[in-house]
């Protein structure tokens, strides 16, 4: 009787309802899986990238410093012995073909280790052209080199100088305090520093300058016709569009003097002022 | 040797090279930290004014990064008042420790002269 009835109830629930409810609690639960799963992979994630600012706290925290974005050069945590001197003697050297002159302007500074100086170059271009040049240095003795820390300077960069002008070239730089504790420089005193210019091989920075420059030029002269166009009466559009497009050869390019029709404000007040007199 | 060697050759500035100053907006700036230096036997530590003044002039015009002056070491510690204060302690120091060591010597000689 029992069995009877057990089957009985077995084949009432084995309906399409029971078949179903199984399978979307499975459903359920493999998405419950798949959610438990993703939220996983997003924590290591977002973990990774937190770690970064989190880092930096800790470090602000426990006082640890590292190298971050903004260098410090106050050297702040550092014992600096402010009494031994180093008498640092600046060179300079230049590549014959350039035809510049270069040259410091202090021929040698008295420093401490870790203090920032500014020391200066000079440098003008000879030339009728526009020149780029490169600067590198090299340090005397060889050992001191390590030490020597340079914030900004104009070396490792391509320089472009305008004919005939003349330049002062900064360094910031200064020695680290580690220099007095290197054992192969206790006796060293002075050290020399040695800048060499040289000519860079691709001068396109000085074609792009010179091409600049005639384009100016030429905008220049074609505004002055403009000017004077306008003062004789009326002009049309076409002849308008005609003096736009005039094409001036290079001779008469270097022959314009601009500062002569530059401003013609100051031009028509000099022209009063002479009137006036008269 | 050979280790350090390669270390030591070519490292960039930090900040990169400085632009250069075609339109010589910082040049009398320039000029009145040369005349400074001059004066003060090539020391640029006595020609922090000039210096700052140079460099907040290439902050101004766009020339270089703006930057606090503490963090560039510029600061009121590493001043040229601080040092010669600090050479006035350590002289007044030797000085004291001197007129110590001469009292007690002469304390001694009179005890040995006493003894005697």
């Not at chain 1, 590198?136 to 070396?155: H, N, V, W």
């Not at chain 1, 040695?194 to 396109?204: I, L, P, S, V």
């Not at chain 1, 920075?205 to 009466?233: C, H, S, W």
């Given at each position: 009787?029992?069995?009877?009835?057990?089957?009985?109830?077995?084949?009432?629930?084995?309906?399409?309802?029971?078949?179903?409810?199984?399978?979307?609690?499975?459903k359920?639960?493999?998405?419950?899986?798949?959610?438990?799963?993703?939220?996983?992979?997003?924590?290591?994630?977002?973990?990774?990238?937190?770690?970064?600012?989190?880092?930096?706290?800790?470090?602000?925290?426990?006082?640890?410093?590292?190298?971050?974005?903004?260098?410090?050069?106050?050297?702040?945590?550092?014992?600096?012995?402010?009494?031994?001197?180093?008498?640092?003697?600046?060179?300079?050297?230049?590549?014959?073909?350039?035809?510049?002159?270069?040259?410091?302007?202090?021929?040698?500074?008295?420093?401490?280790?870790?203090?920032?100086a500014?020391?200066?170059?000079r440098a003008?271009?000879?030339?009728?052209?526009?020149?780029?040049?490169?600067?590198?240095?090299?340090?005397?003795?060889?050992?001191?080199?390590?030490?020597?820390?340079?914030?900004?300077?104009?070396?490792?960069?391509?320089?472009?100088?305008n004919?005939k002008?003349?330049?002062?070239?900064?360094?910031?730089?200064?020695?680290?305090?580690e220099?007095?504790?290197?054992?192969?420089?206790?006796?060293?005193?002075?050290?020399?520093?040695?800048?060499?210019?040289y000519k860079?091989?691709?001068?396109?920075?000085?074609?792009?300058?010179?091409n600049?420059?005639?384009?100016?030029?030429?905008?220049?002269?074609?505004?002055?016709?403009?000017?004077?166009?306008?003062?004789?009466?009326?002009v049309?559009?076409?002849?308008?569009?005609?003096?736009?497009?005039?094409?001036?050869t290079?001779?008469e390019?270097?022959?314009?003097?601009?500062?002569?029709?530059?401003?013609?404000?100051?031009?028509?007040?000099?022209?009063?002022?002479?009137?006036?007199?008269? | 040797?050979?280790?350090?060697?390669?270390?030591s050759?070519?490292k960039?500035?930090?900040?990169?090279?400085?632009?250069?100053?075609?339109?010589?907006?910082?040049?009398?700036?320039?000029?009145?930290?040369?005349?400074?230096?001059?004066?003060?036997?090539?020391?640029?530590?006595?020609?922090?004014?000039?210096?700052?003044?140079?460099?907040?002039?290439?902050?101004?015009?766009?020339?270089m990064?703006k930057?606090?002056?503490?963090?560039?070491?510029?600061?009121?510690?590493?001043?040229w008042?601080?040092?010669e204060?600090?050479?006035q302690?350590?002289?007044?120091?030797?000085?004291?420790?001197?007129?110590?060591?001469?009292?007690?010597?002469?304390?001694?000689?009179?005890?040995?002269?006493?003894?005697?």
């Amino acid at each position: 009787m029992f069995k009877l009835s057990k089957l009985f109830y077995s084949f009432k629930h084995s309906s399409r309802s029971n078949i179903q409810h199984n399978l979307s609690s499975f459903k359920k639960k493999r998405r419950q899986e798949l959610l438990y799963n993703i939220g996983l992979y997003g924590a290591a994630f977002g973990c990774a990238f937190g770690a970064v600012p989190f880092y930096r706290l800790w470090c602000e925290h426990f006082g640890l410093e590292g190298d971050l974005d903004k260098k410090d050069y106050s050297m702040k945590g550092k014992k600096l012995d402010v009494f031994r001197k180093y008498h640092i003697e600046f060179g300079a050297e230049t590549d014959p073909e350039a035809n510049w002159e270069f040259l410091p302007v202090q021929q040698n500074v008295t420093v401490h280790a870790g203090e920032t100086a500014l020391v200066f170059y000079r440098a003008y271009n000879r030339n009728d052209k526009a020149v780029v040049g490169f600067a590198t240095y090299q340090i005397f003795p060889e050992d001191a080199g390590l030490y020597f820390a340079k914030i900004q300077c104009f070396c490792f960069n391509q320089q472009l100088l305008n004919p005939k002008e003349e330049l002062q070239l900064p360094i910031y730089f200064y020695f680290e305090p580690e220099i007095n504790e290197d054992p192969l420089l206790k006796k060293c005193e002075n050290i020399k520093v040695m800048y060499r210019f040289y000519k860079a091989k691709n001068q396109e920075l000085a074609q792009l300058a010179e091409n600049e420059y005639k384009t100016v030029k030429k905008n220049k002269m074609i505004l002055q016709k403009l000017r004077d166009a306008k003062k004789t009466g009326a002009v049309s559009e076409g002849d308008l569009n005609k003096i736009k497009s005039t094409k001036f050869t290079d001779k008469e390019i270097e022959d314009f003097d601009e500062w002569a029709y530059d401003n013609p404000l100051e031009a028509a007040e000099a022209q009063k002022e002479e009137e006036s007199k008269n | 040797m050979s280790n350090r060697s390669k270390q030591s050759s070519s490292k960039g500035p930090d900040k990169g090279a400085f632009p250069l100053d075609h339109f010589h907006e910082c040049d009398n700036e320039a000029k009145q930290y040369n005349q400074c230096i001059q004066k003060h036997e090539n020391m640029p530590k006595r020609c922090r004014k000039y210096q700052v003044d140079y460099l907040q002039c290439r902050m101004n015009n766009g020339l270089m990064e703006k930057e606090d002056l503490s963090k560039l070491g510029l600061g009121p510690e590493t001043s040229w008042e601080t040092e010669e204060q600090e050479k006035q302690f350590l002289f007044d120091k030797i000085n004291r420790m001197k007129t110590k060591a001469m009292e007690e010597v002469q304390k001694k000689t009179e005890q040995s002269k006493q003894q005697v």
